[in-house]
């Protein structure tokens, strides 16, 4: 059974930091495209980060410069370290394991980030 575990959201002030987790299990994350998403209340699900085909990593230009995409293979975990926080980052923030060629698709449950001002 696959599950992805977000974990690390909660309530900060704007300019602050939070650093997110995504603990999964059932698969090897290395074996995946791993990236993070968010949906904002009333919004569509967007991507916020990812690991590119070859490895390397892109933003959504709202997060550029202040969130950085990591993963730890041997933990099996992915990370997304958020600063300079703002209230329009607020929002539930999802793991997401892809591999597009076999039509797999996992999410995790979302953890919320709430920015206030």
């Known amino acids: 059974q696959v599950q992805l575990v977000e974990s690390g959201g909660g309530l900060v002030q704007a300019g602050e930091s939070l650093r997110l987790s995504c603990a999964a299990s059932?698969?090897?994350?290395?074996?995946?495209?791993m990236a993070w998403f968010r949906q904002a209340p009333g919004k569509q699900r967007d991507l916020v980060a990812r690991?590119?085909?070859?490895?390397?990593?892109d933003y959504a230009d709202s997060v550029k410069g202040r969130f950085t995409i990591s993963r730890d293979n041997a933990k099996n975990t992915m990370y997304l370290e958020m600063n300079s926080l703002k209230p329009e980052d607020t929002a539930v923030y999802y793991c997401?394991?892809?591999?597009?060629?076999?039509?797999?698709?996992?999410w995790g449950k979302g953890t919320l980030v709430t920015v206030s001002s």
């Open positions: 997401n394991a892809q591999k597009p060629v076999f039509g797999i698709n996992y």
């Open positions: 059932g698969i090897a994350i290395s074996s995946y495209h």
């Open positions: 690991f590119t085909f070859g490895g390397s990593t």
